[in-house]
Each structure stands twice: as C-alpha cells, then as structure tokens.
C-alpha cells in the first residue's frame, strides 16, 4: 500500500491550497478515507472523513464551513480543498486508510509521507 500526498506549501492567510493523495496497493474504492494533520508540538489529529463511495464526509469542527474532503475513485485519489486558511492550520497533512493490500486479508492502517502547510503573512 502507498499513499502519496502533494500539494502543501506555504500560503497566507485567508488563501487557499488543495492537497492531493494519490492511492495504491489496493482496492481504493472499498475504504474509507481520512485527512489527518500535526502542528509542531501538538499531537495528530484527524482533520476530515469520506466513505469509500463518497457519499459521506465528516470534519473536524475547526475546519467546518473551511474545507471539502472528496474523491475519485477511478483515478484513486481523495483531495482535501482548504479555503480561508488560519495561521493554526499550520501542519504536516496525512493521508490514511485503514485497509488490506490486494491479494490479502491483513488490516491494518497506512499512512503517506505528509505534506507540509504553512499558513503565513
């Protein structure tokens, strides 16, 4: 399983960035999907949800209203689209699933390298 993000970079306040995670390794539309993130000095935590199918998300509440979690399951990919980006969004960005590489029945959690966002003026 590997799960690759892009798009982070350094932005300024009210801007906006959208983060890519390209899947692979497994059935991609079988799993939910989740965005996690990690501010210096604070533990990770879970930013936004989607099902496997796409037809529910669920977010953090400091990010409701801000950012859109979605996918495509024929390119493999789920997005997260940060709009009116705040310094305290500052953070490494994970993409995670919980799921079993192709061929298996192992399940077990991934995650991706991360992607760094750095919201300054």
């Known amino acids: 399983v590997q799960l690759v993000e892009s798009g982070g970079g350094l932005v300024q306040p009210g801007g906006s960035l959208k983060l890519s995670c390209a899947a692979s390794?497994?059935?991609?539309?079988?799993?939910?999907m989740n965005w996690y993130r990690q501010a210096p000095g604070k533990e990770r935590e879970l930013v936004a949800g989607?099902?496997?199918?796409?037809?529910?998300?669920n977010y953090a509440d400091a990010v409701k209203g801000r950012f859109t979690i979605s996918r495509d399951n024929a390119k493999n990919t789920v997005y997260l689209q940060m709009n009116s980006l705040k310094f305290e969004d500052t953070a490494v960005y994970y993409c995670?699933?919980?799921?079993?590489?192709?061929?298996?029945?192992?399940?077990?959690?991934?995650w991706g390298q991360g992607t760094q966002v750095t919201v300054s003026s």
């Open positions: 995670t699933t919980v799921a079993s590489p192709y061929g298996t029945w192992n399940l077990r959690r991934y």
């Open positions: 390794g497994f059935t991609f539309s079988r799993y939910e």
């Open positions: 989607i099902t496997s199918g796409g037809s529910s998300t």
